[in-house]
Nanobody, 116 residues
Framework: QVQLVESGGGVVQAGGSLRLSCLAS????????MHWYRQAPGRRREFFAG???????DYIDSVRGRFTISGDNVKKTLYLQMNSLKPDDTAVYYC??????????WGQGTQVTVSS
């Protein structure tokens, strides 16, 4: 079992920055990859950034160059640095992980609100 807890959400003005954290606990040695998803009101939850255990990263076009995903194995934490935030980035942000058995895990989410 893996537990994921996000933190760092809040309210920021357009153009500002936030850093989200996702603290992993439990059987973290079996994690293959970790990701960030977000869900805006009335929209489907969408993947937008991910990182494999080997350190390879992937982003969707709308956040590439503005958002950076990184991990700290010692602190067992996944980070998301978000710069140049836009009102369209307003959503609940979720941390997600796949383990080696094909089981996935979700955090509880953290709200990010970008005001214009």
């Amino acid at each position: 079992q893996v537990q994921l807890v996000e933190s760092g959400g809040g309210v920021v003005q357009a153009g500002g920055s936030l850093r989200l954290s996702c603290l992993a606990s439990g059987s973290i040695d079996v994690i293959n990859s970790m990701h960030w998803y977000r869900q805006a009101p009335g929209r489907r939850r969408e993947f937008f950034a991910g990182m494999t255990s080997a350190g390879h990263t992937d982003y969707i076009d709308s956040v590439r160059g503005r958002f950076t995903i990184s991990g700290d194995n010692v602190k067992k934490t996944l980070y998301l640095q978000m710069n140049s935030l836009k009102p369209d980035d307003t959503a609940v942000y979720y941390c997600h992980a796949w383990d080696s058995r094909g089981v996935d895990y979700w955090g509880q989410g953290t709200q990010v609100t970008v005001s214009s």
